[in-house]
C-alpha cells in the first residue's frame, strides 16, 4: 500500500506530465501552422509521450492500492514568436521535471518505499535522455540562427528522428 505522502507527491508529478503534454501539443500546433512538418511531428509524438509518462503513473499509483486525481490544466502563453523561444521554453520545462523526479527519488528514499524508488529509475533513465534531446535541437536551432535554408534542411531531417 502506498503511502498519502508519497501518494500525493506522485499525483503531482503525473499533473505535470499531462501538462508537458497538452504544452508541448500547443508548441506542435503552432510550428505546425508556420510550416514545419519535422518539428511539428517531433513536438505532436513528445507529446504522446508525455501522456504515456502520465499514464505509468496513474497505473503505479491504482496498483499499489492507491487513488488518482488529475488537475484541470491551464497553460497560460500558448502564442510563440520563434522556433527558438519553443525550443528554449521546452528545454527549461524538462530540467524542472528532472528536478521534480530527483524530488521524488529524495522522498521516496526518505520514506523507505524502495517499490517506489525502484518505479522512477524509469523517470530518471527518460529525464537524462530528454534533456539531452531537447538540448541538441536547441543548439541546432542557434547554430542555424536566421538562415532559411538551413532551417529547412533541418526540418526535414527531424522527419527521420527517433528517440534512442
Ligand atoms: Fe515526462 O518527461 Fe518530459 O516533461
Redesign the pocket.
Known amino acids: 500500500m502506498i503511502s498519502e505522502k508519497i501518494q500525493k507527491k506522485l499525483i503531482k508529478q503525473l499533473n505535470?506530465?499531462s501538462e508537458?503534454s497538452q504544452l508541448y501539443l500547443y508548441m506542435a500546433s503552432w510550428v505546425e501552422r508556420k510550416g514545419y512538418e519535422g518539428i511539428c511531428q517531433f513536438l505532436y509524438d513528445h507529446s504522446d509521450?508525455?501522456r504515456i509518462?502520465m499514464l505509468k503513473l496513474i497505473r503505479y499509483i491504482n496498483k499499489r492500492g492507491g487513488n488518482v486525481f488529475l488537475d484541470k490544466i491551464s497553460i497560460i502563453n500558448t502564442t510563440y514568436t520563434s522556433l527558438k523561444e519553443i525550443f528554449v521554453k521546452l528545454f527549461e520545462?524538462?530540467k524542472k521535471?528532472s528536478k521534480e523526479i530527483n524530488f521524488l527519488i529524495e522522498i521516496s528514499l526518505q520514506e523507505k518505499d524502495f517499490f517506489t524508488y525502484n518505479f522512477l529509475q524509469w523517470f530518471v533513465k527518460?529525464?537524462i535522455e530528454?534533456e539531452a534531446v531537447s538540448k541538441m535541437i536547441l543548439d541546432k536551432i542557434e547554430l542555424i540562427g536566421e538562415d532559411k535554408g538551413g532551417l529547412y534542411l533541418f526540418d526535414k531531417d527531424m522527419k527521420n528522428f527517433h528517440k534512442k
Open positions: 505535470r506530465e508537458s509521450e508525455e509518462h520545462h524538462e521535471i527518460e529525464q530528454e
